[in-house]
């Protein structure tokens, strides 16, 4: 198995720009998370999908974050727009197939000028 | 959610074992304690779990108080290539969070 591949790796944009993160979960896992990760606050989880439903949004910043899981595949994090303190490593993870373990993918890498 | 205590920081030699203990005294009763570690430039991985017994696999053993009130991670001969943040996380599985703390930091010298 490739594992939880996200893409792009790495992302460069300037404030007010639209930005797209996307992951493809391990096939068979059934629950989906994205992570923030900064050197102020640490790991710590936006929002979480169960069989493609959002769970628990609720730390997701504010209204320019949304995320969509439009089939058991493929999960996006959009900032719309962005702003230089979104700049951070987004991490996807996916889990299930029976594990009761979380697999992460290698993150994105967004810096906001 | 649970709340989590871990040192800092801890320094290990090569070849050596490391304990490296975690308190989670408001664990309830059905939460699994888990343990993973992040790697420099690296997503977190998982490294072991459990909920009463104590349990072992290749990378690493997890000994659990009798309360569960706390745990202890024990790498049995650190190498550099575990020099990373371990973080332990009470969870109660798939369908619920996974809220990682601040975690320790384990530096491995030769």
């Known amino acids: 198995d490739a594992g939880v591949i996200q893409s792009p790796r790495h992302e460069v944009t300037e404030m007010g720009q639209e930005v797209t993160l996307r992951c493809k979960p391990i096939s068979g896992h059934n629950s989906l998370f994205w992570y923030r990760q900064t050197m102020m606050r640490g790991l710590e989880l936006l929002i979480y999908?169960?069989?493609?439903?959002?769970?628990?949004d609720s730390g997701m910043p504010e209204d320019r974050f949304s995320a969509k899981m439009p089939n058991a595949s493929f999960s996006t994090l959009k900032i719309q727009p962005s702003e230089p303190r979104d700049s951070a490593v987004y991490f996807c993870?996916?889990?299930?197939?029976?594990?009761?373990?979380?697999?992460f993918g290698p993150g994105t890498r967004l810096l906001v000028l | 959610d649970a709340k989590t205590t871990q040192p800092n920081s801890m320094e290990s030699n090569e070849e050596e074992p490391v304990h490296l203990p975690c308190n989670h005294s408001?664990?309830?009763?059905?939460?699994?304690i888990h343990w993973y570690r992040q790697l420099p430039s690296q997503g977190p991985e998982y490294v072991i779990h459990?909920?009463?017994s104590n349990v072992n696999n290749r990378m690493a053993s997890l000994a659990i108080a009798e309360d569960r009130k706390s745990s202890t991670l024990i790498l049995h001969r650190a190498t550099l290539r575990d020099a990373a943040v371990y973080y332990c996380i009470p969870w109660a599985g798939t369908a619920s969070k996974l809220t990682f703390g601040t975690g320790t930091r384990l530096q491995v010298t030769l």
């Open positions: 408001t664990i309830s009763g059905t939460d699994y």
């Open positions: 993870a996916s889990a299930g197939g029976g594990k009761e373990t979380q697999y």
């Open positions: 459990g909920l009463t």
């Open positions: 999908f169960n069989n493609n439903v959002p769970i628990d």
